[in-house]
């Protein structure tokens, strides 16, 4: 019973910026790993960056520099910064969340529905 809405996506010219959002709603006890992937046309769904409960991050080498990654736990959202964005960075970008239900209940991922980010002139 956990929904992730992303919102943020669009059309943008290279060197342009772009902000994702994406909260988290439902039946939540706690949000532990949160996280941006993306998916171009035949390629492999990738890691983009990821942030832990406590704020460490990770990014992927190919944006490393150019987005950041933070999160409003009080929210349970969680938003991706995209600077000096490039045409390879064009593809649909999923939200991810490790989602516990209960005290005891174990995480659990859950995925948003994508939003379409295009790097264009």
């Known amino acids: 019973q956990v929904q992730l809405v992303e919102s943020g996506g669009g059309l943008v010219q290279p060197g342009g910026s772009l902000r994702l959002s994406c909260a988290a709603s439902?039946?939540?006890?706690?949000?532990?790993?949160m996280g941006w992937y993306r998916q171009a046309p035949g390629k492999q769904r990738e890691l983009v960056a990821r942030i832990s409960s406590g704020g460490s991050t990770n990014f992927a080498d190919s944006v490393k520099g150019r987005f950041t990654i933070s999160r409003d736990n009080a929210k349970n959202a969680v938003y991706l910064q995209m600077n000096s964005l490039k045409p390879e960075d064009t593809a649909v970008y999923y939200c991810?969340?490790?989602?516990?239900?209960?005290?005891?209940?174990?995480?659990?991922?859950?995925w948003g529905q994508g939003t379409q980010v295009t790097v264009s002139s």
């Open positions: 991810n969340a490790e989602v516990s239900l209960s005290l005891t209940s174990a995480y659990r991922n859950y």
């Open positions: 439902g039946s939540i006890w706690s949000v532990n790993t």
